[in-house]
Every structure is written in C-alpha cells, then in structure tokens.
C-alpha cells in the first residue's frame, strides 16, 4: 500500500521569496517519488522525480526536492519564486510492488504574489 | 503533432447519455492510463493497459469502459453518464512498466454532466 500526504492545500510567497511544499508518503516498498506541476486548464508536467539514486533531486524551472527516508519526506523548494511558478503541484509516489500505478497526493495551489 | 491528445476538450451531456472521451498517443508507448481529477482528492486512476487488447481497472472503474484496439488510442466511454461523472479527466501514457518510469500527460477534457 502506499500513500502521500500532501501538509498544505495552499501557500502564497512574494516573488523573490523561497517556495517550500511539504510532501510525506508511505510506502511498503522503495519508492520513487515524484513532482508533477499543473497551470491553469493545462495537462501535468514533469517536475523532477526520485528513483533512489541522489537524494537530492533537481529539476526544472530551478526547482528541487530532497528524499528523506528517516522522515518519509519529499518536500519541494525552489530558491526564489516568480510569478510564473503560479500553480498547482502534485506529490506523487509510486512503489516497486505496484509497477508504475501512481498514488496522487490532494495538490498544494501555490499563490506568487508581487 | 507529436505527443498525446485529447478530444474534445470540453464537453457537456445529459444524465443517461452515452459520452467517448478520446486519447491518442504519437510515441508508440505500451502502457496507457486514464485519471479522473476532482477538489479534493487529487488525480485517481480509473483504468489503465498494458498494451494492445491487455486493460485492467484501477481505483475507481465502476461506470467506465475502456478498449485499446491500437497502440495509440485508448478511448474511454461513460454508458450511462451520472452527474458524479462531472470531472476533468486525464488520459496518460508510458513506454515502460517500472514504478520508476514517467507517466506523460495530455492537456485533459473537462466533462460536465447535466
């Protein structure tokens, strides 16, 4: 079985400002973890995504996310935020017993305000 | 125009009728997924295939019907639309199994059923 838990619905920052999304999951097997971002009316796109390599992960637009197993972390940072990071991003897990079925987490609309 | 699409993009019916949602796929990826996305629960896997004639049921399949007769296509049909059917619905692709393998997304169809 697995899970994700997504710690905030929402979070607004100013530009220029630090962006952290907070991201936990559970798994009963090793998981790999990934960010998908969605702008308005758009399809999901590929953010960056952990497959047990570097803990550390970089992605694109600047963004990055840390994979911590003692804390069943994945949460997503971005050093500073501009207007166009304006979305809704997912946390999602997949597990090596579930093949490639993904678990999605609730989503977290991050708000970029001037 | 390579990738995956979606038709249509927006689409409203009635309670009873019988609606086709269309996904097609220009990369020859074996596995194909259809999501429903809806407040609140993030995205939830309706059915997926494995390949040709291979499909199979994901979290929530009651009221849908899949076929995937081609690689490419893998259309998915409400028989008797509900008003709980009222979603966005993403259609996904993947070239390969492994829970560590990207999902690619098309840009979704807005259903609202009256």
């Known amino acids: 079985a697995q899970s994700v838990t997504q710690l905030d619905s929402h979070v607004s920052v100013s530009e220029g400002t630090p962006v952290l999304l907070r991201c936990n999951y559970s798994?009963?097997?090793?998981?790999?973890l990934f960010w998908y971002v969605q702008h308005p009316n758009k399809g999901l796109q590929l953010l960056l995504k952990?497959?047990?390599?570097?803990?550390l992960v970089k992605g694109i637009n600047g963004f990055e996310a840390e994979f911590k197993k003692s804390e069943t972390s994945f949460h997503l940072t971005k050093p500073s935020a501009h207007m166009s990071d304006a979305a809704e991003y997912f946390c999602?897990?997949?597990?090596?017993?579930?093949?490639?079925?993904?678990?999605f987490g609730t989503g977290t609309q991050l708000k970029v305000e001037l | 125009d390579a990738g995956i699409t979606q038709s249509p993009r927006y689409k409203i019916t009635e309670t009873g009728r019988q609606v086709t949602l269309m996904c097609h796929q220009t990369?020859?990826?074996?596995?194909m997924f259809w999501y429903r996305q809806d407040l609140g629960h993030g995205l939830r896997l309706i059915y997926y295939?494995?390949?040709?004639?291979?499909?199979d049921k994901g979290e929530v399949p009651d009221g849908y019907v899949v076929s995937r007769s081609k690689t490419e296509n893998f259309p998915l049909t409400l028989e008797s639309a509900t008003r709980s059917q009222t979603s966005v619905y993403f259609c996904?692709?993947?070239?390969?199994?492994?829970?560590?393998?990207?999902?690619?997304f098309g840009p979704g169809t807005r259903l609202t059923v009256l």
């Open positions: 990369w020859s990826h074996s596995y």
């Open positions: 295939s494995a390949a040709a004639d291979i499909t």
């Open positions: 952990y497959t047990s390599a570097a803990t």
């Open positions: 999602v897990v997949s597990g090596a017993g579930g093949g490639n079925k993904l678990t």
């Open positions: 996904a692709s993947s070239p390969l199994q492994g829970y560590t393998d990207t999902q690619y």
């Open positions: 798994s009963s097997y090793s998981p790999s």
